[in-house]
Nanobody, 117 residues
Framework: QLQASGGGLVQPGGSLRLSCAASGGPFNNRIWGWFRQAPGQERVFVASHLPSRGRPAYADFAKGRFTMSADSGKNTVYLQMNSLRPEDTAVYYC????????????WGQGTQVTVSS
């Protein structure tokens, strides 16, 4: 199971750090992802990371503003979001999948991020 947290209301230009805690199962050899869904829109990819190797990958809108990281000791992945914009308002979901699968098979419940003055 995945438990996402850290969302909230923030002013434009502000920052938030989302957390996604995994209970049980392997961690380092799974691919972890963040997605978001704005009202009336489809869910879109934000970032992904395979903790055992490589660096995270980001959607273009996230590059330079968002940073994904992983703490294997806590079985937790993070999404640090800086320079937030109103268009970043969405429900953010974390997900994971085995590194040999194309589809994410485990999803968290989502956490609301609202960027507004």
């Amino acid at each position: 199971q995945l438990q996402a947290s850290g969302g909230g209301l923030v002013q434009p230009g502000g920052s938030l750090r989302l957390s996604c805690a995994a209970s049980g199962g392997p961690f380092n050899n799974r691919i972890w992802g963040w997605f978001r869904q704005a009202p009336g829109q489809e869910r879109v990819f934000v970032a992904s990371h395979l903790p055992s190797r490589g660096r995270p990958a980001y959607a273009d809108f996230a590059k330079g503003r968002f940073t994904m990281s992983a703490d294997s000791g806590k079985n937790t992945v993070y999404l640090q979001m800086n320079s937030l914009r109103p268009e970043d308002t969405a429900v953010y979901y974390c997900a994971s999948r085995p590194n040999w699968k194309n589809e994410y098979d485990t999803w968290g419940q989502g956490t609301q991020v609202t960027v507004s003055s």
